[in-house]
């Protein structure tokens, strides 16, 4: 079993910048694709970035974010610069128990989920 925890979100005027967290607990984490998603009121959920032995990036925050993980504190971290005020959403983090492959832009793909955390832009 995985617990995942995010941390991070927050109110901030567009074009600023913030950092997501995302601490694993649990399993060997080393081994997990960890990915972020978001889900904005009223919308489905939807595909920000993942990591495992490569990257991906939704269009729509490629440039803008950048994914990374820092293995020996079992955390993954989402640097969101540049926001805009479409990028208010409730963050998940996600992970796969399989750590290869380009990771999956699907959540059915994901095994774990954190709880979530808020990030509102204004403009």
């Known amino acids: 079993q995985v617990q995942l925890v995010e941390s991070g979100g927050g109110l901030v005027q567009a074009g600023d910048s913030l950092r997501l967290s995302c601490t694993a607990s649990?399993?060997?984490?080393?081994?997990?694709?960890m990915a972020w998603f978001r889900q904005a009121p009223g919308k489905g959920r939807e595909f920000v970035s993942g990591?495992?032995?490569?990257?991906r990036y939704a269009d729509s925050v490629e440039g803008r974010f950048t994914i990374s993980r820092e293995t020996a504190k079992n955390t993954v971290y989402l640097q969101m610069n540049s926001l805009k005020p479409e990028d208010t959403a409730t963050y998940y983090c996600?992970?796969?128990?399989?750590?290869?492959?380009?990771?999956?832009?699907?959540?059915?793909?994901?095994?774990?989920w954190g709880q979530g955390t808020q990030v509102t832009v204004s403009s």
């Open positions: 996600a992970a796969r128990g399989v750590g290869w492959g380009t990771p999956p832009n699907s959540g059915d793909a994901y095994d774990y």
């Open positions: 649990g399993r060997t984490f080393i081994t997990y694709t």
């Open positions: 990591i495992s032995r490569s990257t």
